[in-house]
C-alpha cells in the first residue's frame, strides 16, 4: 500500500502541476499544449521509476518482457483491434444518424481551405487512405514511447498492484477509476468533450472515468493474458492513432457525448461491449494452448 501511495501521489503531482500550468496559460489553445500533453503521458513511468528507487523495489517484475510465446492472438488483438472497434462504432452512429454522413468528406475540404491549402482533385481521399493507413498499421508502432509512458503505470504497476489486495475485476474498476480521474484536469479544458455543454466539466469527468473502465478492462485483459504492459500499450496507440478518423465523414457538430467519435456511447459502442466481454473474462483462468 505504501508503494502504490508513492507511485499515486507522484503521478498525480507531476501530471496535474503540468496541467494546471498550461490551464493557467491558455489551456488546449497555448501552442505548446501538445508537447505538455506528449510529456504528461510519461508522467506514470516515470513515478513508476522513482517509486521503485525510492523503495528499493527493484526492476525484476516491471513487465517489460513480451512473452509473445503462446500470445501472439493477445498481440494481434492489441494492434489491430481498437481500429476495428472504432470502425464499428462509427458505422453504427452513422446508420442511425444518416443526415451527419458526408461521403464527399466536404467539411474536411473546407477546413484545409481554410487553412489555405489548396487540394487537387482526388487528393483529399488519397490524404484519407493514407491516414487510414497509418492508423491501423503505424500508430500502434509510433505511439508506442507515450502510451507506454502511461501503460508501465496504469497496467504495469497500479493492476498487478492492485490484484495483490483484490480480485482482478475489483482490481479493473479501481484502476479504471484512477485512470479516469487522471485525465480530469485536460477534460476540464475541453479535451474530448468541449467545453459549452451542460454540467461541464463534471459531466465530462465522468464520461471519462466511464470509457476508463471499459476501455482499462480491454488494455488490462491484455496486459494479466500476457504479464507484460506492452501489449496495452500497443492496442492504447492503436486507440490514439485510429480515434478521429470518423471526422472525415462527418457533417455538422456532433455531441461528443454520443459519436461518431469513440468516447461517445454509440461511436464507442464496440469498444463498450468488448471491454464488457474483457471485464467478465478477466477472472477466467488462461487457457492453454498446445505448441
Given at each position: 500500500?505504501?508503494?502504490?501511495?508513492?507511485?499515486?501521489?507522484?503521478?498525480?503531482?507531476?501530471?496535474?502541476?503540468?496541467?494546471?500550468?498550461?490551464?493557467?496559460?491558455?489551456?488546449?489553445?497555448?501552442?505548446?499544449?501538445?508537447?505538455?500533453?506528449?510529456?504528461?503521458?510519461?508522467?506514470?513511468?516515470?513515478?513508476?521509476?522513482?517509486?521503485?528507487?525510492?523503495?528499493?523495489?527493484?526492476?525484476?517484475?516491471?513487465?517489460?518482457?513480451?512473452?509473445?510465446?503462446?500470445?501472439?492472438?493477445?498481440?494481434?488483438?492489441?494492434?489491430?483491434?481498437?481500429?476495428?472497434?472504432?470502425?464499428?462504432?462509427?458505422?453504427?452512429?452513422?446508420?442511425?444518424?444518416?443526415?451527419?454522413?458526408?461521403?464527399?468528406?466536404?467539411?474536411?475540404?473546407?477546413?484545409?481551405?481554410?487553412?489555405?491549402?489548396?487540394?487537387?482533385?482526388?487528393?483529399?481521399?488519397?490524404?484519407?487512405?493514407?491516414?487510414?493507413?497509418?492508423?491501423?498499421?503505424?500508430?500502434?508502432l509510433i505511439n508506442i514511447i507515450t502510451t507506454s509512458g502511461e501503460?508501465?503505470?496504469?497496467?504495469?504497476?497500479?493492476?498487478?498492484?492492485?490484484?495483490?489486495?483484490?480480485?482482478?475485476?475489483?482490481?479493473?474498476?479501481?484502476?479504471?477509476?484512477?485512470?479516469?480521474?487522471?485525465?480530469?484536469?485536460?477534460?476540464?479544458?475541453?479535451?474530448?468533450?468541449?467545453?459549452?455543454?451542460?454540467?461541464?466539466?463534471?459531466?465530462?469527468?465522468?464520461?471519462?472515468v466511464l470509457f476508463c473502465l471499459f476501455i482499462g478492462s480491454f488494455?488490462?485483459?491484455?496486459?494479466?493474458?500476457?504479464?507484460?504492459?506492452?501489449?496495452?500499450?500497443?492496442?492504447?496507440?492503436?486507440?490514439?492513432?485510429?480515434?478521429?478518423?470518423?471526422?472525415?465523414?462527418?457533417?455538422?457538430?456532433?455531441?461528443p457525448f454520443i459519436g461518431p467519435l469513440p468516447t461517445g456511447i454509440?461511436?464507442?459502442?464496440?469498444?463498450?461491449?468488448?471491454?464488457?466481454?474483457?471485464?467478465?473474462?478477466?477472472?477466467?483462468?488462461?487457457?492453454?494452448?498446445?505448441?
Amino acid at each position: 500500500m505504501k508503494r502504490l501511495a508513492i507511485f499515486l501521489g507522484l503521478t498525480f503531482f507531476l501530471t496535474w502541476t503540468l496541467e494546471f500550468a498550461l490551464m493557467a496559460n491558455g489551456g488546449l489553445a497555448n501552442s505548446y499544449s501538445i508537447f505538455v500533453l506528449s510529456a504528461v503521458m510519461l508522467m506514470p513511468a516515470i513515478s513508476v521509476v522513482i517509486t521503485r528507487l525510492i523503495t528499493k523495489e527493484g526492476f525484476k517484475d516491471f513487465g517489460l518482457k513480451p512473452h509473445v510465446r503462446g500470445n501472439v492472438r493477445y498481440y494481434l488483438i492489441a494492434w489491430f483491434g481498437p481500429a476495428l472497434l472504432i470502425a464499428l462504432g462509427a458505422v453504427i452512429y452513422f446508420l442511425l444518424f444518416p443526415s451527419q454522413f458526408d461521403p464527399t468528406m466536404s467539411q474536411m475540404a473546407s477546413l484545409y481551405a481554410a487553412q489555405g491549402v489548396s487540394l487537387p482533385e482526388g487528393s483529399l481521399l488519397t490524404i484519407f487512405i493514407t491516414q487510414l493507413a497509418l492508423g491501423i498499421f503505424i500508430s500502434p508502432l509510433i505511439n508506442i514511447i507515450t502510451t507506454s509512458g502511461e501503460e508501465i503505470g496504469w497496467r504495469g504497476y497500479l493492476l498487478p498492484k492492485l490484484m495483490e489486495m483484490y480480485s482482478p475485476r475489483v482490481a479493473i474498476v479501481i484502476s479504471g477509476i484512477i485512470w479516469g480521474l487522471w485525465h480530469a484536469p485536460i477534460i476540464a479544458m475541453g479535451h474530448n468533450y468541449g467545453t459549452g455543454y451542460p454540467t461541464a466539466p463534471w459531466g465530462g469527468i465522468l464520461a471519462m472515468v466511464l470509457f476508463c473502465l471499459f476501455i482499462g478492462s480491454f488494455f488490462s485483459l491484455l496486459a494479466i493474458r500476457t504479464k507484460s504492459f506492452l501489449p496495452a500499450s500497443i492496442a492504447h496507440g492503436s486507440l490514439n492513432g485510429f480515434a478521429a478518423i470518423s471526422i472525415w465523414f462527418t457533417l455538422g457538430t456532433p455531441s461528443p457525448f454520443i459519436g461518431p467519435l469513440p468516447t461517445g456511447i454509440i461511436g464507442g459502442i464496440g469498444l463498450i461491449v468488448v471491454g464488457a466481454i474483457c471485464f467478465v473474462r478477466v477472472g477466467e483462468p488462461k487457457p492453454i494452448v498446445s505448441e
